[in-house]
């Protein structure tokens, strides 16, 4: 059974800093591209960042450019979003998802299995 869980989620003031995690199980690790995706209140799930199964290629949503970065342990099968100088619209659940040998990595839809969430909540 796959099974891909989020943590590191919280609240922090607007400029500070938070790093997700997410520990992929039941799955051939390496083969699958990993993305993170947010998504808040009546609003729909959109793209944050990914990195790719591949060559380990990373890819960021204009809108976190510059502040988050993406990261993952293949031996440990983990993948991390180091998350810098937050802002309030950054406030939403925060899932990890995973893409078997994924190419479309924007694409909520060519994701294979997701994760539960962790809620970021970021104050001005």
């Known amino acids: 059974q796959v099974q891909l869980v989020e943590s590191g989620g919280g609240l922090v003031q607007a400029g500070g800093s938070l790093r997700l995690s997410c520990a992929a199980s039941?799955?051939?690790?390496?083969?699958?591209?990993i993305g993170w995706f947010l998504q808040a209140l009546v609003k729909e799930r959109e793209f944050v960042a990914a990195i790719s199964w591949s060559d380990g290629r990373t890819f960021y949503a204009d809108s976190v450019k510059g502040r988050f970065t993406i990261s993952r342990d293949n031996a440990e099968n983990m993948v991390y979003l180091q998350m810098n100088s937050l802002k309030p619209e950054d406030t939403a659940v925060y899932y990890c998802a995973a893409d078997y040998k994924g190419a479309y990595y924007r694409m909520v839809g060519s994701y294979d299995y997701w994760g539960q969430g962790t809620q970021v909540t970021v104050s001005s």
């Open positions: 039941g799955l051939t690790f390496s083969y699958y591209t």
